[in-house]
């Protein structure tokens, strides 16, 4: 029994990236998705993420907004991405 490829996450949101247009900037390796990262494989400031994942939740769950914006924040603090002192960290 073989185990499965890695599949990275996401830094910041944990997002798997799977394909090239997963990653910021479509650059493979990059440590942030698409929503995350900027083209340049940047991470994106804290409230653009903070916003883009409540959006996400709300699409793809239902979640009312301020329920899904609270939730994305819990998400996002757990994140290596915006721990204090995190390389990177957006602003």
Request: charged share 20%; glycine share 12%; net charge negative.
């Amino acid at each position: 029994m073989s185990l499965p490829e890695h599949c990275p996450s996401c830094g910041s949101c944990g997002f798997p990236m799977r394909e090239p247009a997963d990653f910021a900037g479509g650059r493979p390796g990059a440590a942030y998705c698409s929503t995350c990262g900027d083209e340049a494989g940047r991470l994106r400031p804290y409230d653009e993420v903070l916003q883009a994942n409540a959006d996400y939740l709300v699409r793809q769950q239902g979640l009312d907004p301020a329920a899904a914006r609270e939730m994305a924040r819990a998400l996002l603090a757990a994140m290596p991405a915006w721990q204090p002192g995190a390389p990177g960290r957006g602003a």
